[in-house]
């Protein structure tokens, strides 16, 4: 089955204490993409990245970091987390320039 | 930049009531305009898209017309079912370019 898969789905952690949330895809797509979502905010972008070893900033890149070292693994990696990283987050992916496919979503809360 | 603007909830319907959310954009060039929807506790999923101006994306009984001369995508449904509560978000992407721009979404809840 053609999925993008996230883990954890939850996760709660404190202030400072790093963290890693996987992204895979296993459709082959070259784009992947991660989003986070807060109230009457819609999502807004983190990072992107085109292709293998290719990433870069989206609209709210502050406080994260992203690796490609495969086509198929896009972690997103909070090296020391903040309350107000507190928030739902989606990894997409997508072949083409057109439909984007989104993970079940990592809900995070930082105390 | 690229922006998107859609009508503010929460919206509750009773079922088989007509369903409209407006959206609006703002973009250069010829965007193409998407719907997604988000039901509870699960990840987005593309309802319909539009690639081209007057062209009408429909999926589930849901339509929207991408409507250059007003910079609008309004979503339609002409008879609701409480299985559409969801959370409803327009979205465009520019030509040439995989970054989408989202609006804030719409919660919907469909009452029996």
């Known amino acids: 089955e053609a999925q993008v898969t996230q883990n954890p789905r939850y996760l709660i952690t404190v202030t400072g204490k790093k963290l890693t949330v996987t992204c895979s895809q296993n459709m082959n797509h070259e784009y992947m993409s991660w989003y986070r979502q807060d109230p009457g905010l819609g999502l807004r972008q983190i990072y992107y990245?085109?292709?293998?070893?290719?990433?870069d900033k989206g609209d709210v890149p502050e406080g994260y970091k992203v690796s490609r070292k495969e086509k198929r693994n896009f972690p997103l990696i909070l090296e020391s987390p903040s309350p107000n990283q507190t928030s739902l987050y989606f990894c997409?992916?997508?072949?083409?320039?057109?439909?984007?496919?989104f993970g079940p979503g990592t809900r995070l809360l930082v105390l | 930049g690229d922006s998107v603007t859609q009508m503010e909830g929460p919206v509750t319907l009773s079922e088989e009531a007509f369903l409209t959310i407006n959206c609006t954009y703002t973009a250069t060039g010829y965007p193409s305009l998407f719907w997604y929807v988000q039901y509870p506790g699960e990840g987005l999923q593309l309802l319909l898209k539009?690639?081209?101006?007057?062209d009408k994306g429909s999926n589930k009984g849901f339509e929207a017309t991408y409507r250059k001369e007003t910079t609008s995508f309004h979503l339609e449904k002409g008879s609701v079912q409480v299985s559409d509560s969801a959370v409803y978000f327009c979205?465009?992407?520019?030509?040439?370019?995989?970054?989408?721009?989202f609006g804030a979404g719409t919660t919907v809840t469909v009452r029996a």
């Open positions: 539009a690639t081209k101006a007057d």
């Open positions: 990245s085109m292709n293998v070893e290719v990433t």
């Open positions: 997409a992916s997508s072949s083409t320039q057109e439909t984007q496919y």
């Open positions: 979205a465009l992407k520019s030509t040439n370019d995989y970054k989408l721009s």
